[in-house]
């Protein structure tokens, strides 16, 4: 896979998957190294310009983060009210899941703040479509316990 190393900076080290949402599309989870030279888990949306894969909306994740993701991702779909939104929260980072039944898509909205005293602050929105949310869980789940050695 080429990719646009001038907007992604992370190394991969390892994907644990990937879901072709269209030809020019997808969704992938990878395990990185970011710039301070941490392990983190990516979840990635991918577009295709001129035969570079460039990165798009994501999330760089802890292996916590990822498994409670997954784990609140995979409670949502199998029939948890829809219109509850579900918090992961640390004390900096805050993503709100939610089903969104007309359009069949699971968002999960990213807000920060710099620290405990200040206000949440709204980052970005991953949308994944319902059908896709039992892999991509998945892959955030072996991504997550690879990090943590607990699989």
């Keep these: 896979m080429r990719i646009n190393t001038n907007k992604f ?3 991969i080290l390892k994907e644990f998957g990937t879901i072709d949402v269209a030809e020019d599309l997808k969704h992938q989870v990878l395990m990185v190294r ?7 888990i990516s979840a990635q949306v991918w577009w295709l ?4 894969w460039q990165p798009g909306k994501g999330y760089l994740l802890t292996g916590r983060q990822a498994l409670s ?8 779909t199998s029939g948890q009210d829809s219109d509850t939104p579900v918090d992961v929260v640390s004390r900096t ?3 709100i899941v939610k089903v969104r039944q007309e359009t069949q898509l699971l ?3 990213k807000w920060w703040r710099k620290d405990t005293d200040s206000e949440w602050t709204f980052n970005k929105t991953l949308e994944i479509r319902l059908s896709d949310v ?9 991504a997550g316990a690879s990090i943590l050695n607990v699989r």
Aim: proline share 3%; net charge negative; hydrophobic share 30%.
């Design 9 to 11: 900076k992370e190394t």
């Design 34 to 40: 970011d710039e301070y030279k941490r392990i983190r």
């Design 49 to 52: 310009d001129k035969g570079v």
């Design 69 to 76: 993701l997954a784990t609140t991702m995979n409670s949502l």
């Design 93 to 95: 980072q805050m993503y």
């Design 107 to 109: 968002s999960i909205e």
């Design 134 to 142: 039992p892999k991509f869980a998945e892959m955030l789940e072996t």
